[in-house]
């Protein structure tokens, strides 16, 4: 989906600007306590704009938080994209794509918990990471990289993986999170077809820094 063009004047800057302060606190209630019965007047207070400013923008709480949700895949799909600029790989991509997630419960906590929380019921999304995994499947159905029949189907299992390991991430645990990451995207790609040994080797190649 292209990036919406900018505001062209001082209205329209101050209204998106309003619509995002009401999806920034949405995310938050969603990340605290994922409690979508707070009042439109709470959500307000919270994103510092009037209680009328609402419905300038979102027809009920529902629309809203859908906005949050596709918000915070959005971001989570452009930050994994960012850090494998240059990767080439479909079986690699894939890895990467799972360790840089663990990685992101620390730096980015907020996206992570909305991913385990409403995460599921997008995996087929048109937007997030679902669309860019989509593609890597594809590509490496077609490349003979992936066995799998069907992208669509290995994108079911590999997107409940994901969501797994961001639960198991988040939940207290003694795991080393990088370690537990790698061993589920080596299981991951075996169950696409990669062999075990090149499994294990793309699993374990450097990775990049996450901001």
């Given at each position: 989906?292209?990036?919406?063009?900018?505001?062209?004047?001082?209205?329209?800057?101050?209204?998106?600007?309003?619509?995002?302060?009401?999806?920034?606190?949405?995310?938050?209630i969603?990340?605290?306590?994922?409690?979508?019965s707070?009042?439109?007047?709470?959500?307000?207070?919270?994103?510092?704009?009037?209680?009328?400013?609402?419905?300038n923008?979102f027809?009920?709480?529902?629309?809203?938080?859908?906005?949050?949700?596709?918000?915070?895949?959005?971001?989570?799909?452009q930050?994994?994209?960012e850090r494998?600029?240059?990767?080439?790989?479909?079986?690699?991509?894939?890895?990467?794509?799972?360790?840089?997630t663990a990685?992101?419960?620390?730096?980015?906590?907020?996206?992570?918990?909305?991913?385990?929380?409403?995460?599921?019921?997008?995996?087929?999304?048109?937007r997030?990471?679902?669309?860019r995994?989509?593609?890597?499947?594809?590509?490496?159905?077609?490349?003979?990289?992936?066995?799998c029949p069907?992208a669509?189907t290995?994108?079911?299992?590999?997107?409940?993986?994901?969501?797994?390991?961001?639960?198991?991430?988040?939940?207290?645990?003694?795991?080393?999170?990088?370690e537990?990451?790698?061993?589920?995207?080596?299981?991951v790609?075996?169950m696409?077809?990669?062999?075990?040994?090149?499994?294990?080797?793309?699993t374990?190649?450097?990775l990049?820094?996450?901001?």
């Amino acid at each position: 989906m292209p990036t919406p063009a900018p505001p062209k004047n001082r209205f329209e800057r101050r209204r998106a600007e309003t619509r995002q302060a009401l999806i920034r606190a949405a995310r938050q209630i969603l990340a605290e306590t994922g409690d979508t019965s707070a009042s439109i007047q709470a959500i307000a207070e919270r994103a510092d704009v009037g209680f009328g400013s609402f419905y300038n923008h979102f027809e009920s709480k529902t629309e809203l938080f859908d906005a949050a949700v596709t918000d915070a895949l959005e971001e989570f799909g452009q930050v994994i994209d960012e850090r494998v600029q240059g990767i080439e790989d479909p079986a690699e991509l894939v890895a990467a794509g799972f360790r840089l997630t663990a990685r992101m419960v620390d730096s980015h906590p907020e996206l992570m918990r909305i991913l385990r929380d409403r995460g599921l019921a997008h995996v087929h999304s048109d937007r997030g990471l679902s669309p860019r995994a989509l593609r890597d499947l594809e590509i490496g159905i077609a490349s003979g990289r992936f066995s799998c029949p069907n992208a669509t189907t290995a994108l079911s299992a590999v997107g409940g993986a994901l969501i797994s390991l961001v639960a198991l991430r988040l939940a207290p645990t003694d795991l080393d999170g990088d370690e537990a990451a790698s061993d589920l995207a080596e299981m991951v790609l075996r169950m696409l077809g990669v062999p075990p040994d090149e499994a294990h080797e793309v699993t374990r190649r450097p990775l990049p820094d996450l901001d």
